[in-house]
């Protein structure tokens, strides 16, 4: 059935005072903090009529004047310095951290314990160890759950995922993802910001980009079993941010990985911070019996299909599709097709799922990542790094 576009769905049936609300305190205003806040504020006239109406109720930070000027800016009535303070606040039905990895455990644990529903960015922990102790706490404590993995909430992946279920491709079997960028982190006067810290983000490259590429896998294709990888430091040693000498770069500047999944495919996923000329470069490519996808971050309303058996065979070859149109995901929220979105929407989908499930009892899962996908994403991180470290291929096993 032909849904409509945005076009001429633009306006809905409810006010939004007949919505329900839910409270959002969030940690960290910098990066992420600043693209989930921009999303909340979206939701209740994009998303319309959105689930409920999410309520800025407080920002949390270490620098008071930061924080103060931070919630002034963002519009939140309340600033924190303190996540636990903040966690005191009834007036809070949702804890969304934006915080560093170091900084994800034991704010989302004590969350839990409160009982607020969470959204965590990625990847949920440093370790799988660590990010096994966050599953059982929310699991244990029965709080809403998301890990920000929001390249699944990109229309044209979300569509190949619908493709791939229905069974549009057949078998699988190769799944292929690259994520490049290559940031300043080339430059050896590159400061040793947390990112390069391995006690603050538990891993290089893997974690920050490479928990994407495996977040999809799982995701498009279904379970890694096993892992054979190898790592790289390219620059060991940087200045330390404060100024005062130098410190070590324990964590992978780069990886590369071969992985098997329980149906059977094969892949191969790389990422670096050491790619220079790629700035965003997430490229995904599914071949399956029947078909294969094709998919890149930087052109994120495309989808490049090709159809085995498609006719007649002398034009046969991969196609753009433009994901745009109101019977593609998300988009009846959207603009008339082809009035492009871009990548900060992913989080306004992302969030407008989370508010869904929390108001009406729903499943984050399967199309949002829960803890369990995080944990699971950090088993498949731990198990590559054991590889690297081994020099052998290592089986992913969850607990
Ligand atoms: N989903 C994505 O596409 C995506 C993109 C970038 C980053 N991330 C993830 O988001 C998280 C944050 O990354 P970022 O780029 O926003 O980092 P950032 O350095 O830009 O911001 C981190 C924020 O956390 C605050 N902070 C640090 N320690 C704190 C503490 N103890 N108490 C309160 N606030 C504290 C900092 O002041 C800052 O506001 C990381 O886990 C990262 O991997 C996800």
Redo the contacts with the bound molecule.
Sequence with gaps: MTKDTGFTSMAGPKAEGALPRVGVGM???????KAHTKAYKKIPDMMYPPPAVPRLVAI???DGEAVAEAARRYGYESAYTD?RVMLEDDRIQLFDN????N??AEPCIAAAQAGKHIIC???LARTAAEAKDMLDAVEHAGVKHMV?F?YRFVPAIRQARELIERGALGRIYHYRAVYLQEWVMAHYDLPRI?RLDKSVAGSGALG?LGAHIIDLARFLVGEITSVGAMTRTFIGERPLPEGSGTGKVEGDDAFVSVVEFENGAVGTLEATRFAGGRKNHQVIEINGEKGSICFDLERMNELQVYWVDEEPKETQGFRNVLVTEGYHPWWENWWPHGHIIGWEHTFVHELTHLLDCIVNDGDVAPYGATFEDGYRAAVVCDAILESAASRRQVDVAYS
């Design positions: 940690l960290g205003y910098a990066f992420m903090g949390c930070g270490r996540w934006g915080g560093p990895n900084v994800h960015e990625k990847p920000a929001n947390w920050d």
